[in-house]
């Protein structure tokens, strides 16, 4: 198992900048994918961006370019950097980790608001 708590949130102007942090647990070698998720209102969540075990990243179309995943080994801390932020970014941003075993096993945090909003 592995409890995950997001920090970093916030209300921030169009074109600025926030980093979220993600502390987990237990050491992050032995977790396969960390990941952000995001989910605003009245809409399903959906990927950000992931980081696996093995330095591999993805990011949703709508934030490259912008935003960065990045951990910290020796903090078991992954972060979300976040650049040029648009209001189409707010939303309640969610760290995951996917732990695998015979099976694998999904563990979220309890999210953070990031509102976007002159």
């Known amino acids: 198992q592995v409890q995950l708590v997001e920090s970093g949130g916030g209300l921030v102007q169009p074109g600025g900048s926030l980093r979220l942090s993600c502390a987990a647990s237990?050491?992050?070698?032995?977790?396969?994918?960390m990941a952000w998720y995001r989910q605003a209102p009245g809409k399903q969540r959906e990927l950000v961006a992931s980081l696996s075990s093995g330095d591999t990243t993805n990011y949703g179309d709508y934030v490259k370019g912008r935003f960065t995943i990045s951990r910290d080994n020796a903090k078991n801390t992954v972060y979300l950097q976040m650049n040029s932020l648009k209001p189409e970014d707010t939303a309640v941003y969610y760290c995951k980790a996917v732990i695998f075993g015979i099976t694998s096993f999904d563990y979220w945090g309890q999210g953070t608001q990031v509102t976007v909003s002159s």
């Open positions: 237990r050491s992050i070698f032995t977790i396969g994918i």
